[in-house]
């Protein structure tokens, strides 16, 4: 089954605002195992579930063409204002139906999608998409996070993290259980390719002002289903937290 989230155009706009993009080490790791079992030029990329296009950009660094898919026509229209790259275009799709012809595309990615997809039918597409000894990459970043500021009360400010992330628990998809990662481990057994990897964890560091830590959270599924049940109290929450 497929969930369709992050449609609304305010929430759209916060996805290009606030989420994180993949890090540069990231994206390079995946460049070099393309490189290692298909070769050079890259010619397509296929960013699945592109959203706002954060990822479809660092991408077009590295491709002749990159194309990023999504279902909401809302973040394809926050991409498109975003895109002045000449390789970059965007399609609406679903993520199970991909408008590519058979072996296609050197690299197919979805970069913190994959969770929200019929996950067998999007595993069947991306295979058929993708050239001979070509690369799916699935990505997702964790709610662990650590927050820290300069000589000052770390502890303090994970421990009030830890509480914001508490509170806003109960409004989380029930689709994703306690954690989404479950659906990569699946997904990584069930691939037949000989060649795969699975990275439990790259740590990257940001410097960023609290308002952006706090649009980000903002910006999570959970959040925003509290926001749409009670507006009052989500308001209060970020408002509380904030000064915390």
Same mark, same amino acid.
């Given at each position: ?20 993009? %993949? ?16 070769g050079c030029p890259f010619e397509l990329a296929v960013d699945v579930g592109c959203g706002?296009?954060? !990822? ?7 491709? &002749? ?7 909401? %026509? ?10 002045k790259e000449p390789n970059i275009t965007y399609r609406q799709s679903a993520a199970e ?8 595309? @050197? ?26 000894? !070509?690369?799916? &990459? ?11 500021? %300069? @000589? ?12 914001f992330y508490a509170t806003l628990q109960p409004y989380r998809s029930p689709h994703l ?9 699946? &997904? ?5 390719? %000989? ?19 706090? !649009? ?13 049940? @009670? ?8 408002? @509380?937290?904030?000064?915390?």
């Amino acid at each position: 089954m497929t969930y369709r989230l992050f449609e609304g155009k305010e929430h759209a706009a916060s996805y290009w605002k606030y989420r994180i993009s %993949p890090s540069d080490h990231l994206i390079r790791q995946l460049l070099d195992f393309l490189e290692k079992h298909r070769g050079c030029p890259f010619e397509l990329a296929v960013d699945v579930g592109c959203g706002s296009g954060q !990822g479809t950009l660092l991408l077009s660094k590295h491709f &002749a063409s990159v194309v990023g898919t999504d279902v909401s %026509p809302a973040q394809l229209e926050v991409a498109l204002q975003q895109a002045k790259e000449p390789n970059i275009t965007y399609r609406q799709s679903a993520a199970e139906e991909l408008p590519f012809a058979d072996s296609s595309a @050197d690299l197919v990615t979805a970069m913190s999608a994959f969770h929200w997809f019929d996950r067998p039918r999007f595993l069947h597409e991306a295979h058929r998409v993708l050239k001979p000894q !070509g690369s799916l &990459a699935l990505l997702n970043y964790t709610i662990d996070m650590e927050l820290s500021y %300069p @000589d000052c009360c770390k502890n303090t400010l994970n421990q009030v993290c830890k509480e914001f992330y508490a509170t806003l628990q109960p409004y989380r998809s029930p689709h994703l259980g306690q954690s989404s990662i479950e659906f990569y481990r699946e &997904a990584y057994a069930s691939i037949p390719y %000989p060649n795969k990897e699975w990275h439990e964890c790259f740590w990257d560091t940001r410097s960023m002002p609290l308002s952006s830590y706090m !649009g980000l959270v903002e910006s999570f599924s959970s959040y925003q289903a509290l926001l749409r049940k @009670d507006p009052h109290k989500a308001n209060r929450l970020s408002q @509380d937290v904030c000064e915390r």
